[in-house]
């Protein structure tokens, strides 16, 4: 079946540093998903993708849609203490949607 | 406007119990679905339903079952709890098909012994 490989599993930083994450597949998907999650809540969207190449900002957030339709990445750019949680990618074809393990993130300040 | 709620927020189970977990929303969303989150893993579907009376497997069905008989509700049962089935449940509801309009609930987080 499709799966994402989402990396790296966890990181932490110091406040004031950029984050990169991504998610890769040997699988092309059609639109990508980039959730967070919080502590003792559910997924909250944060950025969606819907073709190849594609670039979107949210605030500090910046995602793209990779060229070969089998990747996305993440970045957040000067990281503050709330952005700590738990990041999943999802990428979605036809009637399936697949998540990513997630990235965990904390931020020391 | 509450979004997707989910009851309880956490349960302890003996393996063989039975216990079901109920997820409401209030816009009036089509789609709803139920998950589990597991270390190192991905949401995973358990169940869907597209409407009103209806419901679907997902990719883990085995070991749950669901009704949608309310629009605005979606129940998830488990029969005969097992320490497999130790996990965070979500809920979530969509206009769309697994859409980014997916909202989800707080999770319930479950432990069966």
């Known amino acids: 079946g499709q799966q994402l490989n989402q990396s790296p599993q966890s990181m932490f930083i110091q406040e004031g540093e950029d984050v990169s994450m991504n998610c890769t597949s040997s699988?092309?998907?059609?639109?990508w998903l980039w959730y967070k999650q919080e502590p003792g809540e559910g997924p909250v969207l944060l950025i969606a993708?819907?073709?190849?190449?594609e670039l979107t900002s949210n605030g500090r957030l910046t995602a793209q849609f990779g060229i070969t339709r089998k990747d996305s990445f993440l970045n957040i750019s000067a990281s503050i203490p709330s952005d700590v949680g738990i990041y999943f990618c999802a990428g979605r074809i036809s009637n399936k949607l697949v998540f990513g393990a997630g990235t965990i993130l904390r931020v020391k300040s | 406007n509450a979004g997707v709620t989910q009851t309880p927020k956490f349960r302890v189970l003996k393996t063989g119990q039975s216990m079901t977990l109920l997820c409401a929303q209030d816009m009036n969303h089509e789609y709803m679905y139920w998950y589990r989150q597991d270390p190192g893993m991905g949401l995973r579907l358990i169940h869907y339903s597209v409407g009103e009376g209806t419901t679907a497997k997902g990719e883990v069905p085995d070991g749950y079952n669901v009704s949608r008989l309310k629009k605005q509700n979606f129940l998830l049962g488990l029969e005969s709890a097992a320490p497999s089935q130790t996990s965070v449940y979500f809920c979530?509801?969509?206009?769309?098909?697994?859409?980014?309009?997916?909202?989800f609930g707080p999770g319930t987080r479950l432990l069966v012994l």
């Open positions: 699988s092309i998907f059609n639109t």
């Open positions: 993708l819907y073709k190849a190449g």
């Open positions: 979530a509801s969509s206009y769309d098909f697994l859409g980014e309009t997916q909202y």
